[in-house]
């Protein structure tokens, strides 16, 4: 069953964002998946009938294109995925924030 990613906006989600520079890669990457990326690109994938629901593939995806440009070993993306804030804006793309809204 296919994922689908938590657009609630928090408070938090407002100010650790702006601390990560607006020309790095972590934002350029966050607007690309933002424009281009969406949960029903990958619906064909599942199966809409059975099973519980996934991680957002969307999530999946931009952790795997991260993984693979800063060379992070499975262990290693995990823990940023969890304590580096650059990492989190750029799998949280759209889940929260649309780039308009920065």
Do not use: C
Not at 9 to 18: G, M, P, Y
Not at 28 to 56: C, I, K, Y
Not at 79 to 99: H, M, N, P, Y
């Amino acid at each position: 069953m296919l994922g689908r990613r938590n657009r609630q906006t928090t408070f938090d989600d407002v100010t650790w964002r702006q601390r990560i520079p607006k020309d790095s890669y972590w934002w350029r990457l966050h607007d690309w998946a933002v424009q281009n990326l969406d949960e029903s690109m990958f619906a064909p994938l599942f199966d809409a009938r059975t099973g519980r629901p996934s991680v957002s593939p969307v999530h999946t995806f931009l952790a795997l294109l991260i993984q693979m440009e800063k060379g992070y070993s499975d262990r290693e993306m995990e823990q940023e995925s969890r304590f580096d804030d650059r990492v989190k804006l750029a799998i949280l793309a759209g889940g929260t924030l649309r780039a308009s809204m920065r």
